[in-house]
């Protein structure tokens, strides 16, 4: 009885954007991605960073069937990410932050100055490491709007250190 109890759990929470929802064409929204977004990411975790703003950019510049690509560029740095991103057939959008196009050294500068790794990987250092992943943002149009939620997945972390937060785009 528990292992049907769990099964049904399982399966329940697995479909919760599928129920009810009309599906899209997801390589036609991918294409209207590109372009230019902007908005802000307001962090929740770690505790330090707590309501702590960045203003950003994404800029798509292509797409392939469903899947688009592109960089973030970030006010309070030069560091800029290469994106990769998809949308799924209910339109939800997520991309992450590959790698670095361009360094702007808040890290690496922050490995050199103490050489300890466990020192960088706290706010505010921790927060230009590759590999934050945006996603739970369903495409609207009229306005063209994605509101969603980002973490920094490292399972070397703990929960209550793992960056996250939410984030809002606007396309211009």
Same mark, same amino acid.
């Given at each position: 009885?528990?292992? /049907?109890k769990l099964l049904f759990i399982i399966l329940a929470s697995s479909t919760y954007r599928c129920s009810e929802q009309e599906t899209v064409d997801c390589e036609k929204v991918a294409a209207e991605l590109i372009g230019e977004w902007r908005g802000s990411s307001i962090y929740s975790n770690p505790r330090s960073a707590n309501g702590s703003i960045h203003e950003f950019s994404l800029v798509v510049s292509g797409s392939d069937g469903c899947n688009f690509m592109g960089i973030t560029t970030y006010e309070s740095s030069i560091t800029t990410f290469n994106v990769t991103g998809s949308v799924d057939i209910f339109g939800w959008v997520t991309f992450t932050e590959e790698s670095k196009l361009e360094d702007g050294g808040e890290y690496n500068?922050? /490995?050199?100055?103490?050489n300890s790794s466990a020192i960088c990987n706290s706010w505010p250092d921790l927060r230009w490491k590759e590999g934050n992943k945006f996603e739970d943002a369903r495409f609207k149009r009229d !306005?063209?709007?994605l509101n969603g939620n980002f973490?920094? !997945?490292?399972s070397f972390e703990?929960?209550?250190?793992k960056l996250r937060g939410t984030? $809002? /785009? $606007?396309?211009?």
């Open positions: 009885m528990k292992f /049907l500068d922050c /490995l050199t100055r103490t !306005p063209y709007i973490e920094r !997945p490292n703990k929960w209550w250190q984030f $809002s /785009l $606007s396309k211009i």
